[in-house]
């Protein structure tokens, strides 16, 4: 892994495959053990869980249903504080334990949006599976269930994460090099 430059900004590395690939099956494993029988609804929060969503999923082994919101917070490496749900949850989730898939939880701004639209649709249960988690960001009091890796407050490239849209294909994850 070499320092890479997206856009106007140089990335340096910072978590490898194999790291992301173990916390993946870590969370997975947890998640196995405690749906054992349920058929929870994964729904992945878009665009930057999809590589997460989709590795996640291969080491579940649950009868379990899938679906996508999609919701943004952020413009260029600062969160704009607000949260806007672009893309519209369609099916009934009342009754249904839900697993809310997400690539990182920073402020916490979007999941307590997630939680008002999917409280409002009676879901029975909602938990909280995020790959990336920064503590010293976080300002809200939901708990997070499941985390792959707790990272300090910087801001990360990568594995479906994005700058300005760029980025998200990058199997690994960079930092921000200044
Ligand atoms: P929150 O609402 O918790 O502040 O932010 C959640 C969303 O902000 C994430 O789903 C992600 O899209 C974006 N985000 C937060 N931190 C980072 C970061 O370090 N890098 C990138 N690329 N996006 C981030």
Redo the contacts with the bound molecule.
Sequence with gaps: MDIITVKDKSFKPYISEEDLQASVRKVASKINNDYKDGTPIFLG?LN??FMFFGDLLKSIDLECTVSFIKLA??EG?N?TGE?NELIGLKENIEGKDIILV??????????VKLHEILSKKKARSIKIATLLY?PE?YKKHHPIDYVGMEIPN????GYG???DGLGRNLSSIYVLND
Excluded at 102 to 111: A, F, K, Q
Aim: charged fraction near 20%; aromatic fraction near 12%.
């Design positions: 929060i930057g869980s917070s952020y490496t969160s949260v997400e690539d990182i939880v920073d402020t916490g701004n979007t999941l920064k960001a910087d801001f990360v490239l994460l994005d700058y």
